[in-house]
T-cell receptor, first 116, second 116 residues
Framework: AQSVTQPDIHITVSEGASLELRCNYS??????LFWYVQSPGQGLQLLLK??????LVQGIKGFEAEFKRSQSSFNLRKPSVHWSDAAEYFC??????????????FGKGTKLSVKP | DTGVSQNPRHKITKRGQNVTFRCDPI?????LYWYRQTLGQGPEFLTY????????KSRLLSDRFSAERPKGSFSTLEIQRTEQGDSAMYLC??????????????FGPGTRLTVL
């Protein structure tokens, strides 16, 4: 069965420092992968997605993620973190893949705190 | 594009009462998903519709839960005889399965249910 693992429950970084959030997935075929961000009490905002092609994908708010098939990973990165990036981040894989994905399977999330 | 909207944003009810939530998707999105998110967890899939047809239901969706999407527009999620374990954030997402979107899901702000 498909699954997503986010090994870090909570990460604290200083403002201006670089960030990498880890995501590992289990999926039998070529996955469709996503990162979402959730502020407290809010819904999820799509940061970026990977379907195929270039393994380095750019998203909103200066985020990027790299798909590494050999490591079954899709880590999220940002070169310089801003205080407004403090939130919870979720990695997800589409259950269906292909042309019609169906539901998403989410990791448990990583909470990001930013020190001034 | 006004985004996905959900009402109410918050609902407090007593155990045993029935509750109903509404989701209005992004216009022209033909798929609509429901997820449940409990504290410290990622969203978990409940059910989804393509137009007015309910295509898949999770085993999490007990017989106390029912969802509808009349005319393929807005959707309602009803929980009968609520239990304290139903306390959670209920998230709705919509998508367009045609290219280039490929079923990328956009989430609403959620409905926070508290069962006393």
């Amino acid at each position: 069965a498909q699954s997503v693992t986010q090994p870090d429950i909570h990460i604290t970084v200083s403002e201006g420092a670089s960030l990498e959030l880890r995501c590992n997935y289990s999926y039998g075929a070529t996955p469709y992968l996503f990162w979402y961000v959730q502020s407290p009490g809010q819904g999820l905002q799509l940061l970026l997605k990977y379907f195929s092609g270039d393994t380095l994908v750019q998203g909103i708010k200066g985020f990027e993620a790299e798909f590494k098939r050999s490591q079954s990973s899709f880590n999220l990165r940002k070169p310089s973190v801003h205080w407004s990036d403090a939130a919870e981040y979720f990695c997800a894989v589409a259950a269906g893949g292909g042309g019609s994905q169906g539901n998403l399977i989410f990791g448990k999330g990583t909470k990001l705190s930013v020190k001034p | 594009d006004t985004g996905v909207s959900q009402n109410p944003r918050h609902k407090i009810t007593k155990r045993g009462q029935n509750v109903t939530f509404r989701c209005d998707p992004i216009s022209e999105h033909n798929r609509l998903y429901w997820y449940r998110q409990t504290l410290g967890q990622g969203p978990e899939f409940l059910t989804y519709f393509q137009n007015e047809a309910q295509l898949e239901k999770s085993r999490l969706l007990s017989d106390r839960f029912s969802a509808e999407r009349p005319k393929g527009s807005f959707s309602t999620l009803e929980i009968q005889r609520t239990e304290q374990g139903d306390s959670a954030m209920y998230l709705c997402a919509s998508s367009q399965i045609r290219q280039p979107s490929r079923d990328t899901q956009y989430f609403g702000p959620g409905t926070r249910l508290t069962v006393l």
